[in-house]
C-alpha cells in the first residue's frame, strides 16, 4: 500500500471552512494557532506570508497553494510592515462568503480555509508533517492541483446550490493534491516523512512497512531491500524521517491497530495479530506505551466519545455532528 493512501484512508476528514478575501493595500490579517489545519490560494495579485518558526516571510503569488498542517500561527499582509487585524474579528461569522478588507490601493484575492479533522486519524501525518507545504506555479506541479484549485476559486466566487459541500469536497482534494505536490518536489537535503517517500532509497522500504505491517521486519531485511548496508540504512532513515525505521514501524502498527479497534468488532488478540504480534500481552504493553491506555480502554473511550458527537437527524437517523464555530480554530 502506499503510505499517503493508508494515511489519508484513515484521517477522517470532517469538514472545511473557507472564507474569500478580498483585500486592497493596505492590509494585514493574523492567524492564531488552533486545532485544525490551513490552507490558502491566492487566485489574483500577491501578498507576504509570515508563519511562525520559519524565519524569513514567503512571497506569494497569484496560483500559489500553501498548506499549514497543524495551524500554526502565521499572518497574511501587503507588506510585512503593515498591521494586521485578528482573523476572527475580520471574518467574524462570514465564513462560507466574502470579506473585503484594506484601504483601496492594489487589489489581491485570496481563499483562505481550515480543515477539521479526526484528531486521532489524523495524529500520523500531522505529526509527520513539515510546518508549510508551499504549492508554487513556477513549480513542475501536477494539473490536478491547479484544476482544483481553479475550481475552489470559481465555487468561491459564485456560490449556488450546495455550495457548502462542494468547497468542502474540492478542500479535502487541495489538501491530499498539495501534499502530493511537496513529495513531487522534495529534493536529496529536505528532511521529514514526506521528503523520505521521495527519497529513491527510502521510499520503497516505507511503502514495505505499510504494505505488509505484520511482517517481522528487521533493519537488516529493510536495508537489503533497498540494496544499502545495515548501518547505512539505519543512519539515513532516522536523518530523513526523524527516528529509527523500526520505532517507526511500531508507532504505525499501534495507530492501524487503534483504527481497527475504534470502527471494527475485532477482538483485541485478531487485532494484535493483524499488525505483527502474536502475544496479545505483548500488543497490550506496547499499545499503552504509544496510547497511553490499554486496549480495552482505549476502546471504550473511542466508543463513548462517537455517542458524545452524533445527534439525531431530521429523518430520526444517527448523523455526527460537525464543528463549525471558528472563534477556537482562527
Known amino acids: 500500500m502506499d503510505p499517503l493512501d493508508d494515511v489519508f484512508a484513515a484521517m477522517r476528514v470532517q469538514s472545511a471552512l473557507y472564507a474569500r478575501l ?60 503593515t498591521p494586521t487585524r485578528n482573523c476572527f474579528d475580520v471574518i467574524g461569522q462570514r465564513v462560507g462568503g466574502t470579506v473585503e478588507l484594506g484601504g483601496g490601493g492594489t487589489r489581491a484575492t485570496v481563499i483562505t480555509g481550515w480543515f477539521v479533522f479526526d484528531a486521532i486519524g489524523a495524529r500520523p501525518l500531522l505529526d509527520l508533517m513539515p510546518v508549510l507545504l508551499h504549492a508554487r506555479t513556477d513549480q513542475n506541479r501536477s494539473q490536478q492541483l491547479q484544476a482544483t484549485l481553479q475550481q475552489l476559486a470559481t465555487e468561491t466566487a459564485e456560490p449556488g446550490l450546495g455550495s457548502g459541500i462542494v468547497i468542502s469536497r474540492l478542500a479535502d482534494m487541495l489538501f491530499v493534491q498539495a501534499i502530493r505536490a511537496h513529495v513531487a518536489s522534495a529534493d536529496e537535503t529536505e528532511g521529514g516523512w514526506l ?95 504509544v496510547n ?19 445527534t439525531p437527524g431530521l429523518n430520526g437517523a444517527r448523523r455526527t455532528e460537525l464543528p463549525v464555530a471558528i472563534s477556537s480554530r482562527v
Open 22 to 81: 478580498e483585500v486592497s493595500t493596505p492590509w494585514g490579517i493574523s492567524f492564531a494557532a488552533g486545532h485544525g489545519a490551513r490552507f490558502g490560494f491566492v487566485v489574483r495579485g500577491g501578498c507576504w506570508m509570515s508563519v511562525e518558526g520559519i524565519a524569513d516571510p514567503i512571497a506569494l503569488t497569484a496560483g500559489d497553494c500553501y498548506v499549514l498542517a497543524r495551524g500554526t500561527n502565521y499572518k497574511l499582509q501587503d507588506d510585512v510592515r
Open 195 to 289: 521528503a523520505a517517500l521521495a527519497d529513491p532509497r527510502l521510499g520503497p522500504a516505507l511503502r514495505a512497512m505499510h504494505d505488509n505491517t505484520a511482517h517481522a521486519w528487521t533493519i537488516e531485511a529493510l536495508a537489503s531491500r533497498v540494496g544499502m548496508s545495515r548501518s547505512a540504512f539505519a543512519a539515513r532513515f532516522r536523518d530523513r524521517v526523524g527516528e529509527p525505521p523500526l520505532a517507526y514501524l511500531t508507532r504505525w502498527r499501534m495507530f492501524r491497530a487503534a483504527a481497527a479497534i475504534r470502527s471494527t468488532d475485532q477482538t483485541i488478540a485478531e487485532i494484535a495479530f493483524s499488525v505483527g504480534y502474536e502475544s496479545e500481552s505483548a500488543f497490550t504493553k506496547a499499545f499503552r506505551r
Open 292 to 310: 497511553a491506555a490499554s486496549p480495552g480502554v482505549f476502546r471504550r473511550q473511542s466508543h463513548s466519545s462517537n455517542e458524545r458527537h452524533q
